[in-house]
Nanobody, 129 residues
C-alpha cells in the first residue's frame, strides 16, 4: 500500500519557521516529481513547491518564493519543506504529492493538482499574528 505521510505541522507566530516532512512508504518514487500543496480555510488547494528526481529542478509559487525551500532525500524516502518568515497567509493544510508513472522519468515540476497521482492526508500549519 502506497502512503505519503506528512509531519511537522503546528502552530507558530508570524516570522517564525517550520519544517515539514513527507515520508513515502510502500514504494520508492524513483524518477517521480514530488510536491507540496496547501489549502487554506474556505479556499481551493494551491501549489506551493515541487522538485524533480535528483533535485535537478525545483519550482515555487510566487507567494513562497524566497521564503520556502523544498528538498528531498530519496535514499530515505523523504521530502521536506523548510518554511521561513511565516505569515498568517501561510495558514492551511499542507499536502505532500507525487507524480509517479511507473519509473518513467518525470522531468517537469508540475504546478497543477492534475499533475499528481499520489497524495498524503495533510498536516495543519497555523500562523498567528
Amino acid at each position: 500500500q502506497v502512503q505519503l505521510v506528512e509531519t511537522g505541522g503546528g502552530q507558530v507566530r508570524e516570522g517564525e519557521s517550520l519544517r515539514l516532512s513527507c515520508r513515502y512508504a510502500g514504494r520508492t518514487f524513483s524518477y517521480a516529481v514530488m510536491a507540496w500543496f496547501r489549502q487554506a480555510p474556505g479556499k481551493e488547494r494551491e501549489f506551493v513547491a515541487a522538485i524533480t528526481w535528483s533535485s535537478t529542478r525545483a519550482a515555487y509559487s510566487d507567494s513562497v518564493k524566497g521564503r520556502f525551500t523544498i528538498s528531498r532525500d530519496d535514499a530515505n524516502n523523504k521530502m521536506f519543506l523548510q518554511m521561513n518568515s511565516l505569515t498568517p497567509e501561510d495558514t492551511g493544510i499542507y499536502f505532500c504529492a507525487a507524480d509517479y508513472r511507473g519509473g518513467e522519468v518525470r522531468s517537469v515540476p508540475g504546478t497543477r493538482e492534475a499533475n499528481y497521482n499520489y497524495w498524503g492526508q495533510g498536516t495543519q500549519v497555523t500562523v498567528s499574528s
